[in-house]
């Protein structure tokens, strides 16, 4: 009979408010996809919302592409951005790095759930929402070593879909472990989800939406009106928004936008 193994319990350090921050670029710039695959590019009138997403749990990047997204290792990408730079090295793509390269038409956000089991992708002017288990993504890895990749295909684990002439504006992840989600949409309704639930509709009007810090209240902007809700949408304080200019008396007509909806 082995020896058991002690695992310590991870205890989260004192979080230290700074803005003694120092950014150093790593390497040098990696293109998507090579330019003879860039057919048709990205419609710069409608470009992705969320074209990143990138889970530190797994060690990886999901990057949007002009016919959808692929999936690489950030070891990879890191160190072939450091042979471009240190080598000059050319001809080096992130979807040839990928280990995963899945296709869409016009990806328009990819939303990682918190616990990153889970990745939400929504196409541009559409309805759907596509939920992808991440493990399932890595699982392909073990295929591909073992020559079964051509024969793999790729497909969503759970699927659902906004009512009427709705589509996805925005999509927010629940800050706890829990796989919910909220969706913001062009006409502003918004709803709640769970993954392989159902979406309930919460209210309309909604301008902007996102969680608190530690998920337990959300914040809704209907026009110049912010309300702070529980997490079960229960209103526990609104705030009426003042929009008078700084520099003179006269008030500007302003309203609380979310994230753009192209």
């Not at 002017?125 to 399932?136: A, E, G, N, R």
């Not at 709705?166 to 999509?171: E, F, G, L, Q």
């Not at 997490?231 to 006269?250: A, G, N, P, Q, T």
Request: aromatic content about 10%; proline content about 4%; charged content about 25%.
């Amino acid at each position: 009979m082995g020896t058991p193994i002690e695992i310590e319990e991870e205890i989260e350090g004192d979080h230290i408010v700074t803005t003694d921050f120092f950014f150093d670029k790593i390497g040098d710039s990696i293109p998507i996809k090579p330019p003879e695959h860039v057919n048709p590019k990205f419609d710069l009138q409608n470009p992705p919302s969320l074209p990143l997403a990138v889970s530190e749990r797994s060690h990886l990047i999901f990057v949007a592409h002009s016919s959808g997204f692929c999936v690489a290792k950030t070891k990879d990408v890191i160190d072939a951005a450091k042979e471009i730079k240190e080598n000059g090295k050319k001809g080096v793509f992130i979807q040839e790095l990928s280990v995963v390269d899945v296709s869409f038409e016009k990806v328009h956000i990819l939303a990682l759930s918190t616990n990153e089991s889970t990745l939400s992708v929504s196409l541009s002017h559409s309805p759907d929402i596509h939920f992808f288990s991440v493990q399932s993504l890595l699982d392909k890895v073990c295929y591909r070593f073992l020559l079964l990749w051509d024969y793999i295909e790729v497909k969503p684990s759970f699927f659902c879909s906004l009512d009427g002439s709705n589509y996805v504006k925005d999509i927010h992840w629940a800050k706890k472990a829990e796989n919910s989600f909220l969706v913001l949409s062009n006409l502003g309704k918004l709803y709640s989800g769970v993954v392989d639930g159902h979406l309930q509709h919460v209210m309309d009007n909604v301008d902007a939406v996102e969680w608190s810090v530690k998920g337990k209240f959300v914040a809704v902007a209907k026009e110049s009106i912010l309300s702070i809700l529980s997490s079960k949408f229960k209103e526990r304080l609104c705030i009426s928004l003042s929009f008078k200019s700084w520099v003179d008396e006269s008030d500007v007509q302003c309203s609380v936008k979310g994230r753009k909806a192209i």
